[in-house]
């Protein structure tokens, strides 16, 4: 991974940073992509405190990061700029030592948005799901055809990774190009100004609909070029709002497209042909990826490299190439027994159906652990995700859940895992609560029997790879 870009705003440079929150999927490649732009960068991180992922903070000390313990010590001076999510509470000793010292004060959007429109050309990669996937494949081919861009993602891009980088969910380069997954769940998605903005699709996740089509439709305007998913009514609903388009999808209208009869899928990749309808031309591809909802994202991504200029052809050859994406359907290994464990991200709905529907496309009974990703999500589409773990499985499969994701503040817990496993089983399907993932991982390894297929789905907590091995491990 590379760490020589030039700062593209030199006051971002000027004084030093401290990331309150740093080892967190959005904060920390947006730490290594403004480190690589030459700032000095600090931070701190209560998991860090907890012991948790510990190989995690040894390989950002490794890299020239000083950090400390969340307690405000890492605040020493009124030069020091602070980042912290904005979910972050005024309590928190970074926030307050930083109020009295009167150090500005940035969200990630924030000085994301900053570095994102400074480049003299940004693809910005939206939508309710997908959106880490489309930015690592275009990530990808643009590396892989000389382009050097900038790629600011939400998870570790394997094609990146090594043993030296083994948490790369960030490039910095010095191509002039920065591709980036911009989020819609806090509203921030209308800080940004792409070039190119990409569209994956619109559905139910952390705001309304209506909140939903109105941040989408104000993104897909500021753009010179939006790529819109063809195969998605809401988000083509909203391209009368583009000045230019360039549709992807599965439909007929699609004008990058996949010939119907030529989709074939394995457990572990998928193959079709790429039709440009525009000039007929046709390129052969295998995915490395299984699962008919990445050749959709490989089609997001051959559309947002085509409106920046890259031939088809050259574009489909690189994505061949793309390795994946730490956590998405990330296949952990297989038991002595034949029980294969399967780590992903699937935390929302049409996250959690594009997972099943791989899974489903062939033989072998699903185990699903399901850990929610939070309360406050749980209770909004709590209802869509039953409905999603009861239609989306068969009579023989099972899931389980376990109490959602707390690392302590002031949220209402009132609501949780169990309601959803009761409106799993008012649907028809086979649910059950253990509060404890420990336990929860005991009761999948009593379970499982030969051929199964266990997944562990769940978003903001890097623990779950951890447990995911354990599980393997367990397994006779």
């Given at each position: 991974?590379?760490?020589?870009?030039?700062?593209?705003?030199?006051?971002?440079?000027?004084?030093?940073?401290?990331?309150?929150?740093?080892?967190?999927?959005?904060?920390?490649?947006?730490a290594?992509?403004?480190?690589?732009?030459?700032a000095?960068?600090?931070?701190?991180?209560?998991?860090?405190?907890?012991g948790?992922?510990?190989?995690?903070?040894?390989?950002?000390?490794?890299?020239?990061?000083?950090?400390?313990?969340?307690?405000?010590?890492?605040?020493?001076?009124?030069?020091?700029?602070l980042?912290?999510s904005?979910?972050?509470?005024?309590?928190?000793?970074?926030?307050?030592?930083?109020?009295?010292?009167?150090?500005?004060?940035?969200t990630?959007?924030?000085?994301?948005a900053?570095?994102?429109?400074?480049?003299?050309?940004?693809?910005?990669?939206?939508?309710?799901?997908?959106?880490?996937?489309?930015?690592?494949?275009?990530?990808?081919?643009?590396?892989?055809?000389?382009?050097?861009?900038t790629?600011?993602?939400?998870?570790?891009?394997?094609?990146?990774?090594?043993?030296?980088?083994?948490?790369a969910?960030?490039?910095?380069g010095?191509?002039?190009?920065f591709?980036?997954?911009?989020?819609?769940?806090?509203?921030?998605?209308?800080?940004?100004r792409?070039?190119?903005a990409?569209?994956?699709?619109?559905?139910?996740?952390?705001k309304s609909?209506?909140?939903?089509?109105?941040?989408?439709?104000?993104?897909?305007?500021?753009?010179?070029?939006?790529?819109?998913?063809?195969?998605?009514?809401?988000?083509?609903?909203l391209?009368?709002?583009?000045?230019?388009?360039?549709?992807?999808?599965?439909?007929?209208?699609?004008?990058?497209?996949?010939v119907p009869?030529s989709?074939?899928?394995?457990p572990?990749r998928i193959?079709?042909?790429?039709?440009?309808r525009r000039?007929?031309?046709?390129?052969?591809?295998?995915?490395?990826?299984?699962?008919?909802?990445?050749?959709?994202?490989?089609?997001?991504?051959?559309?947002?490299?085509?409106?920046?200029?890259l031939?088809?052809?050259?574009?489909v050859?690189?994505l061949?190439?793309?390795?994946?994406?730490?956590?998405?359907?990330?296949?952990v290994?297989?038991?002595a027994?034949?029980?294969?464990?399967?780590?992903?991200?699937g935390?929302?709905?049409?996250?959690?159906?594009?997972?099943?529907?791989?899974?489903?496309?062939?033989?072998?009974?699903?185990?699903?652990?399901?850990q929610?990703?939070?309360?406050?999500?749980?209770?909004?589409?709590g209802?869509?995700?039953?409905?999603?773990?009861?239609?989306?499985?068969?009579?023989?499969?099972?899931?389980?859940?376990?109490?959602?994701?707390?690392?302590?503040?002031t949220?209402?817990r009132t609501?949780?895992?169990?309601?959803?496993?009761?409106?799993?089983?008012?649907h028809?399907?086979q649910?059950?609560?253990?509060?404890e993932?420990a336990?929860a991982g005991?009761?999948?390894?009593?379970?499982?029997?030969?051929?199964?297929?266990?997944?562990?789905?769940?978003?903001?907590?890097?623990?779950?790879?951890?447990?995911?091995?354990?599980v393997?491990?367990?397994?006779?």
């Amino acid at each position: 991974m590379a760490h020589t870009a030039p700062a593209p705003d030199g006051a971002l440079t000027a004084h030093p940073w401290f990331f309150c929150g740093i080892g967190g999927s959005g904060m920390l490649p947006l730490a290594l992509i403004l480190k690589g732009a030459g700032a000095q960068v600090a931070g701190s991180d209560r998991s860090r405190d907890q012991g948790r992922t510990p190989e995690k903070f040894a390989w950002l000390e490794s890299l020239g990061f000083a950090l400390f313990p969340q307690d405000g010590s890492g605040i020493t001076s009124a030069d020091q700029a602070l980042v912290a999510s904005a979910a972050v509470e005024d309590t928190v000793p970074e926030v307050v030592r930083a109020r009295d010292l009167g150090c500005p004060r940035f969200t990630r959007a924030q000085l994301l948005a900053r570095l994102f429109n400074a480049a003299p050309i940004g693809i910005a990669v939206g939508g309710t799901s997908g959106k880490s996937t489309v930015t690592g494949m275009i990530g990808w081919m643009l590396t892989a055809l000389g382009r050097d861009p900038t790629i600011m993602n939400g998870a570790v891009m394997k094609n990146f990774a090594t043993p030296d980088a083994p948490f790369a969910s960030a490039r910095a380069g010095q191509g002039g190009l920065f591709v980036s997954e911009v989020d819609e769940s806090d509203g921030t998605i209308a800080l940004y100004r792409p070039q190119i903005a990409v569209l994956n699709n619109v559905s139910l996740d952390h705001k309304s609909l209506e909140e939903l089509r109105d941040l989408f439709g104000n993104f897909l305007a500021m753009a010179s070029t939006a790529v819109i998913n063809a195969d998605d009514a809401e988000s083509m609903a909203l391209a009368h709002r583009a000045r230019a388009t360039v549709t992807f999808g599965f439909a007929d209208t699609a004008m990058i497209g996949v010939v119907p009869a030529s989709v074939v899928e394995s457990p572990t990749r998928i193959a079709a042909t790429v039709v440009d309808r525009r000039s007929g031309a046709q390129h052969d591809i295998t995915l490395a990826v299984p699962g008919r909802h990445n050749l959709a994202n490989a089609l997001a991504a051959l559309a947002a490299a085509d409106a920046a200029g890259l031939p088809l052809g050259e574009a489909v050859a690189a994505l061949s190439g793309y390795a994946g994406l730490a956590r998405r359907f990330d296949i952990v290994g297989t038991s002595a027994s034949g029980v294969t464990v399967i780590d992903d991200f699937g935390h929302n709905p049409e996250k959690v159906a594009a997972t099943l529907a791989t899974l489903k496309a062939h033989p072998g009974r699903v185990l699903a652990l399901f850990q929610p990703h939070g309360y406050g999500p749980l209770r909004q589409m709590g209802a869509e995700l039953a409905e999603v773990l009861a239609t989306r499985l068969s009579a023989e499969d099972r899931v389980i859940l376990t109490d959602p994701v707390y690392f302590g503040g002031t949220v209402d817990r009132t609501q949780g895992s169990e309601r959803i496993v009761g409106l799993v089983n008012a649907h028809g399907g086979q649910a059950e609560h253990v509060a404890e993932r420990a336990e929860a991982g005991q009761r999948l390894a009593a379970l499982a029997r030969p051929g199964d297929r266990i997944v562990i789905m769940g978003a903001r907590d890097d623990t779950l790879s951890a447990f995911a091995r354990d599980v393997l491990g367990s397994l006779t």
